[in-house]
């Protein structure tokens, strides 16, 4: 351990240079952060703050310090008074002039870049051991994330470093959110129309409308173009400053304007699919890294705006044959009545598990990277206070905890693309898009995904600290969790799959069938 920390205090100080030459900021003095810079620019502001007016409480720790030493002297005679002394000095100079003093110089001035926004803070006045400790953990964080995800084979996009932790599930848990009917309701209509005089009579007429329907990566093509292109007729709404003209048009002409009327929603769409990702600002880099989770589900690369169509047509489907169920005085609830359940339970899933390991994870590496540095300088003091390097050790202990939080979301988030991938393009067999027959088989895959990744993700901070502090144990700890997390769901199942035999209720008897 000793040799470690000594190897641990030469990089510190003799990091090599790799970044940022141009700049009057040494290279070893860059910070770096992943989408807060702006909350570590106003912790290290506080840090300054404290360090430049402690002299006080400086002088106030190392007089407790004098007189803990001064008790612990009295009642332990056999130890060298000199010794201790001098050591308890040495401690006190090494501390103050690494985590206290913090005087308006070059080596003293530090950068933070945050790689999301791009955004530089330059901060001065902060204590060496601080702000280069700071430094050289999120340097090495950097450089062990772009070595690994180099030899990734998922798409670069939706790698760790530039989309966050499972954006691939996210993604596909937020597509059902965006709806036409919620968009435009005027659209909606002609659709349910259209469904109901077009589509249903193309299906009956064309033998092969059934399966083109259900299996078309191309709905805005096949079922406005080749399925519903008839003579019979069918309403059409406009919508012109919330007054609905009505008219009457052939199923041939209907198409191609309800067409134009999804593709100029569209916009609309991809910012409220944007918004719910958090890259409403950005839409060049939603499309982007919407073109490498595509890629994840189909083998083909398809546009942001292709795919999502392709999702609000499919919903706009379901809602059509639903609303057409209501028409005739049918309970939309007894059609399918088993299918539409699990769609249901499937999209709530989705939306609820593993949000907490997606959104709030990361949001806690962050806080906690700048709760210990934040509170940095008070670790020193009580390692003055208590003459001992212990409170140090600890310091540096947790920077190294954090730091491994990385690698091991890193590799969670490459592992659940990469089986996704491989699952994924099996289902949708080579489709540009999802399809109606094939998209609950993926959306039960990422809900199934979302959920053992939700439970890896939160085992993150165990398994760092187990391996920061070399233990075993914690990898033992987390083993036996996930045993035991896999026995407890299978007797919960085993259990009310026997419910759901022997029970005569309706409301939780086993389905015979749709």
């Not at 030459?21 to 040494?26: D, E, L, P, S, V």
Request: glycine residues 6%.
């Amino acid at each position: 351990m000793k040799r470690f920390y000594f190897l641990f205090f030469s990089t510190l100080f003799f990091a090599p240079s790799f970044l940022f030459g141009a700049t009057n900021i040494a290279n070893s003095n860059l910070i770096y952060t992943w989408g807060y810079g702006d909350v570590m620019n106003e912790i290290m502001q506080a840090v300054k703050g404290i360090t430049t007016e402690t002299d006080y409480i400086v002088n106030a720790a190392l007089a407790i310090s004098l007189l803990l030493f001064s008790i612990k002297k009295a009642m332990d005679g056999q130890t060298n008074p000199v010794f201790e002394l001098g050591k308890m000095f040495m401690l006190f100079a090494v501390v103050w002039y690494m985590f206290l003093k913090a005087p308006n110089d070059n080596n003293h001035r530090f950068m933070i870049h945050d790689e999301v926004t791009s955004k530089d803070y330059v901060i001065s006045q902060i204590p060496i051991g601080i702000g280069k400790s700071f430094a050289l953990m999120t340097q090495f964080e950097k450089v062990i994330l772009e070595a690994m995800e180099k030899h990734f084979s998922t798409p670069q996009s939706t790698n760790f470093s530039n989309a966050g932790l499972g954006f691939s599930l996210q993604v596909m848990s937020t597509l059902p959110s965006v709806k036409l009917s919620a968009i435009d309701a005027t659209l909606q209509k002609n659709i349910d129309f259209y469904f109901r005089n077009c589509v249903s009579v193309g299906i009956l007429l064309n033998q092969q409308g059934r399966n083109l329907f259900q299996n078309s990566d191309n709905l805005i093509q096949d079922l406005f173009t080749n399925i519903g292109n008839g003579s019979q007729l069918t309403p059409l709404f406009e919508n012109n400053n919330n007054i609905e003209k009505q008219s009457v048009v052939p199923c041939s002409d209907a198409g191609p304007q309800i067409v134009e009327m999804i593709k100029k929603d569209t916009d609309e769409a991809m910012k409220i699919h944007a918004a719910l990702l958090g890259m409403v600002d950005d839409m060049a880099n939603y499309e982007q890294k919407f073109l490498g989770a595509a890629q994840i589900y189909n083998e083909q690369a398809v546009s942001a705006r292709s795919y999502l169509q392709q999702s609000m047509i499919m919903l706009a489907s379901q809602d059509a044959i639903i609303n057409t169920a209501k028409s005739v005085g049918l309970n939309p609830a007894s059609v399918a009545a088993n299918t539409a359940y699990a769609d249901q339970q499937f999209y709530a899933s989705m939306q609820a598990q593993g949000h907490m390991a997606q959104t709030y994870l990361p949001l806690a590496k962050a806080y906690l990277t700048a709760i210990i540095i934040g509170l940095s300088w008070l670790v020193a003091l009580l390692s003055i206070v208590f003459g001992s390097y212990a409170h140090i050790k600890m310091f540096f202990t947790l920077c190294i905890w954090i730091v491994l939080w990385t690698p091991i979301l890193c590799i969670i988030n490459y592992l659940n693309d990469y089986n996704l991938m491989n699952v994924a393009q099996v289902i949708t067999g080579g489709k540009a898009a999802l399809s109606l027959g094939d998209n609950m088989l993926i959306f039960k895959e990422v809900a199934n995904r979302s959920n053992f990744m939700n439970y890896l993700v939160m085992s993150t901070p165990v398994l760092a600290y187990a391996i920061a502090k070399a233990s075993e144990q914690g990898f033992v700890t987390f083993a036996s969790g996930l045993s035991q997390a896999l026995t407890g769901a299978s007797r919960a199942a085993g259990s009310f799959a026997n419910q759901q035999a022997l029970s005569t209720q309706t409301s939780i008897a086993a389905p015979r069938g749709d």
